[in-house]
């Protein structure tokens, strides 16, 4: 015969299930938490599935976890998966390599474009990734994409500049004519 699970919860248990479940940032967390105070609260397992539209078996399993780990047990385990392209070593040359003017490396331009980070990147590190991964990699870094501010500031005279300063001051001053009262209808002779 299979040994009976005690669903009760202990008052600081209960407190602990009702806080994740009304404000856990974790939408599966909750979930699970709920699926915790319903035992709690006398519930059949198989009941609890078919009001959250799991198996049974999952429901015993998340209880498993409760008891063993309490909420963390509640939290998605580290799932395997392919490791980020480039890896850590890869955004940390990146976020180096995008604060730096393209004219100290000897480049011809002064401002990196996601195609130029790319072939410098590929240069440097060896790894090629895709454009658009690398785009998502500077967002996660927090940089945004703007476009570059032409300034003619270093070839404008600085005389002719003040003297049009001024020029466009005393335009400013003067007032403004006042509006023909002169129609071009006119009654016929």
């Known amino acids: ?16 299930i009702e806080t994740a479940v009304k ?18 609260r006398g519930h059949k397992p198989a009941e609890v599935g078919e009001m959250l539209s799991i198996t049974g078996a999952l429901v015993y399993y998340w209880h498993a976890r409760w008891r063993e780990s309490g909420l963390a047990g509640l939290v998605d385990k580290q799932r395997p998966g392919r490791p980020p392209v480039g890896g850590e070593e890869y955004r940390q040359k990146l976020e180096i390599i995008i604060e730096t003017d393209p004219h100290t490396l000897g480049y011809g331009f002064n401002v990196w474009t996601t195609q130029r980070l790319l072939q410098h990147m590929q240069q440097e590190t060896g790894v090629l990734v895709h454009e658009n991964t690398l785009r998502n990699m500077l967002e996660e870094l927090d940089y945004v994409f703007r476009r570059p501010r032409h300034e003619l500031g270093n070839l404008q005279d600085e005389k002719a500049k003040a003297i049009a300063k001024d020029i466009l001051e005393e335009l400013k001053k003067k ?4 509006k023909s009262s002169y129609s071009l209808w006119t009654k016929r002779a």
């Open 1 to 16: 015969m299979p040994k009976k699970i005690n669903y009760t919860l202990t008052t600081e248990q209960l407190q602990i």
């Open 23 to 40: 404000s856990h940032p974790n939408l599966r967390v909750r979930t699970r938490a709920q699926m915790i105070r319903l035992l709690h």
């Open 175 to 178: 007032p403004k004519a006042a």
